[in-house]
């Protein structure tokens, strides 16, 4: 072979070898601020989601707390089956695992929590909805 072929090689070689080192760099270092940045904004949606799932329950504790100072104020205000539809209410509020995000259960107790709140509001014959609860007439608006 040539030495100025030769030399045309190695040079072509170390254009590609320092090609390569620059993309591995830059793969690493977009890497580590992908990590970085993914923790940040999962911390933020889990705080959004945390403070979601507090919200809503914050609302049917509330409810509970006023119908059982109206059940206080006059004890014969609901049926016992009202009484009953809202102490089952009031349980399956106070077992939800707040201090656990990881429970596997969450949604299901979730669900559970808001089926007896129904329970309870076509008991009484009122419409109360979570506001930031998405409701199934809005679903349907949006879809079309």
């Known amino acids: 072979m040539d030495p100025k072929s030769n030399n045309l090689n190695d040079f072509l070689e170390e254009s590609v070898l320092l090609d390569e080192s620059q993309y591995q760099e830059g793969f690493k270092d977009g890497y580590k601020d992908g990590l970085v940045s993914g923790k940040e904004e999962g911390r933020e949606v889990g705080l959004n989601a945390g403070f979601q ?10 409810c509970v707390d006023v119908w ?15 009484r009953k539809n809202i102490a ?3 349980t399956l509020i106070d077992a939800f695992p707040l201090l656990e995000p990881e429970n ?5 107790m979730m669900d559970s929590i808001r089926l007896k709140f129904r329970v309870v509001c076509a008991n009484l014959r ?9 409701n199934s007439l809005n679903k349907d608006s949006e879809d079309m």
Do not use: C, W
């Open 53 to 62: 799932v507090g919200e809503e329950l914050g609302f049917y504790q509330g």
């Open 68 to 82: 059982n100072s109206a059940m206080q104020i006059d004890p014969d205000a609901f049926t016992s089956r009202v």
């Open 88 to 90: 089952q209410l009031k």
């Open 104 to 108: 596997e259960n969450v949604q299901e």
């Open 126 to 134: 009122v419409r109360l909805e979570y506001e930031g609860q998405p």
